[in-house]
Nanobody, 127 residues
């Protein structure tokens, strides 16, 4: 059974940093595009960042560009989201996602583009 598990969330003050991790089990995702999304209370799930299978191409939401960095370690079947200069508006549940369908682009930005999801990890940024 395929499982994605996020970790690294927590409570941090504005301006602080967190590093989220997503580890996969049940299959290897070393040739698959991966992504990060978030959902704040009362809002729809939104795209945060995406990374190609090789890690050579990345894509970010405008709201996190220059502050967040997505990376992956295919040997560990894991990918990461380094979040710096956090703001209260970054508060949300963060989800990692994996795409296993045929891929024709390096990175995907829609939730419907992904096939597997983690359970989410809470990130709370206090002002």
């Amino acid at each position: 059974q395929v499982q994605l598990v996020e970790s690294g969330g927590g409570l941090v003050r504005a301006g602080g940093s967190l590093r989220l991790s997503c580890t996969a089990s049940g299959r290897t995702f070393s040739t698959n595009p991966m992504g990060w999304f978030r959902q704040a209370p009362g809002k729809e799930r939104e795209f945060v960042a995406a990374i190609s299978w090789s890690g050579g191409n990345t894509n970010y939401a405008d709201s996190v560009k220059g502050r967040f960095t997505v990376s992956r370690d295919n040997a560990k079947n894991a990918w990461y989201l380094q979040m710096n200069s956090l703001k209260p508006e970054d508060t949300a549940v963060y989800y990692c996602a994996a795409r296993v369908r045929a891929s024709f682009r390096d990175a995907y930005t829609r939730a419907s583009d992904y096939d597997f999801w983690g359970q989410g990890t809470q990130v709370t940024v206090s002002s």
